[in-house]
Nanobody
Framework: QVQLVESGGGLVQAGGSLRLSCAAF????????MAWYRRAPGKQRELVAA???????NYADSVKGRFTISRDNAKNTVYLQMNSLKPEDTAVYYC??????????WGQGTQVTVSS
């Protein structure tokens, strides 16, 4: 049974930083594409950043230059370092895993609130 456990959300002032973590259990983590999505109030869920098994990364235009996704295969963990946070980054952030069988898994979500 695959489980994704997120942590690191919270309340921060605009311009501040947070680091989200997502620990994966029950999956061959190193082979998975890992990603972070977010859902802001009243908006659809959107892809924030993704990292492939080889370390290649992809970012939403709105976070390029401010957010960095990384992974530690030894710890089965993916991170999202968020700098220069803006109020519009306020959302529930979800960890996502896509395995080699194209099965997708989701974490429970962690709230990030950026005050102006």
């Amino acid at each position: 049974q695959v489980q994704l456990v997120e942590s690191g959300g919270g309340l921060v002032q605009a311009g501040g930083s947070l680091r989200l973590s997502c620990a994966a259990f029950g999956t061959i983590f190193s082979r998975n594409v890992m990603a972070w999505y977010r859902r802001a109030p009243g908006k659809q869920r959107e892809l924030v950043a993704a990292i492939g098994s080889g370390g290649n990364t992809n970012y939403a235009d709105s976070v390029k230059g401010r957010f960095t996704i990384s992974r530690d295969n030894a710890k089965n963990t993916v991170y999202l370092q968020m700098n220069s946070l803006k109020p519009e980054d306020t959302a529930v952030y979800y960890c996502n895993a896509l395995d080699t069988r194209m099965t997708t898994y989701w974490g429970q979500g962690t709230q990030v609130t950026v005050s102006s």
